[in-house]
């Protein structure tokens, strides 16, 4: 019962608050079953070893477990030293083995999803929730009846491994053969896509890309009956208008809603950021305000929409920038200010000779548009157009910083970069000198290019200044280590004495190994970057933020000092 209550408790105001509860899926056999055909659709660059892929994601769930519960690990190593004679260990990170170590902070969407499907519920009537979910699949996924008939047998634990990689168990398929019902999910261990959580309420995603609907639709009924079932008015879902279905095919494409969890960011309790990428369509950063602003209960007063160009590489605004501390960001550096100077006083023969292999990314920027649900000082109303545009709207938003206590100097962000500061200014009170940017792949061509393909940018916190990345991305990763020094020198200033020239980075392996031998503990890491070995996690362009969703994170203390 006390499980249940703290599977329920959801709230985040930041990206970089103390990590406490985590949405997280470990590597599956669906993803084992991808061909070189299904590579488009199904969103996957290359044939993954799944075995490696789950040895590093291991170490990662290792990694969360410490922070996030660590009296899991115990039983864990346990388990692990018992079952080290066996060919394969023990298997207790797999969510469908009985000794899986279900933990109430870092959750499996599997194991959590199980808990929907019982066959029976408590009070030993047939479990209806059960049976719409199997019905809600077999429609979208065009099962026949007999199909549907043969989910209805499975226990619950099977039901839910069924939903995910799509095939038959194995002791009802035929001996080695794969039976599929349905496509699997590869990509649902980017489980930040498919919801994201706004303070206390939950957002649910609309998956853009065909493989990714059956996701939205299993994380609809978690969202309903599991994180809120008490409380379902907690959620947030964005559709289309009704008039869209009187649009034609083509406006219908227009217009279409789609949005993913990639694409939300909360800063702050006031402020959140959308993007408006590839997959979140702009119908949807559309109705996401007017949702939001709607809200009676909401904190958020604030939404700044991020315009990214469409890219496959840039699929999300989390693979272009994330937040490491206060008063730090890693970014891509094409958005860069000084690009964007470059760019403004047309030195195009330097940006030609720079980028020359492709004419048309230099050209492409990103756009930024705020909303201010306060612009009119009024009660929200949909008719009302919130779009700070004018001197005279930032002023008014001015006037509610410094009511708030909060530095009042926004003016509209010339772009990506300047947004970041304004952030860490506005919202963390940062001095404007104190803003460290980390350029991923050092802002170099072709270091940025290669390493923002393999998630250099996304970076998750597990608290402020504690990122987790890509062990790969080496020339991004030496940044942070030279991110202190590197900084006061710009500023033409030496480190002050006992000063670290920046972030320890240290491979996860190893930082289990000190946890492990007590040479460090979760709450001694500061400032660190940890790696993961990264050869297979790597090649679904997802990093570390793409794999978690956080649930719940503790109240940020915005009163500290930066340094
Ligand atoms: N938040 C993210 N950047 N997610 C990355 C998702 C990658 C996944 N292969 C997809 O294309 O959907």
Redesign the pocket.
Known sequence: MEAQAAQNQIDVTTEIGDLKRILIHRPDIGIGKIIPTKFQDW??DDIVHLNSMKKEYDEYIKILLYFLDPEKINRIDALEEACKHLPEGSDCLNPSNPDYFDSDKVLDVQKVLSTLLNKENSNGQPNQIRDRIISAICAIEECSFETEQMLHQLDQNQLAKTFITGLLPQDLSQPDLNKFLFPPVP?LV?T??IGAVIGDKYLLSKAC?KA?KRESLLIKFISYYSFFAKDQNQVIEIIEDSGYFLLSENDQRKNKVSL???DVMMISPRHVLIGCSE?TSASAVNGFIHKIFALSDSEVEQITVVKIPQRREQ??I??VFTQVKRNMWVMYGKFSEALQELKESKQVDYLDKLYHHKEDSFLEETEIYQFYKNKYQKPYHPEHNYLLQTDEDYTILNRGLANQNLPAIAQKPKGLEHLLRQLSIIEFKVAPEDVIIIYCGSGNFPDDDREQWT?GC?LLALREGVVIGYDRNTITNQEFRQAYYNHFRRRGEELSTGMAAGFEVISAGELLRRFKSGEATPASVKDTLIELTSDELSR????S??MSQPLLRAPFNFDVPTF
């Open positions: 969103m996957y990509n980017f930040r896509d890309k990714r993913e969890g990639g997959r699929m999300h989390d693979t998630d996304n679904a362009r997802g990093g933020r793409c």
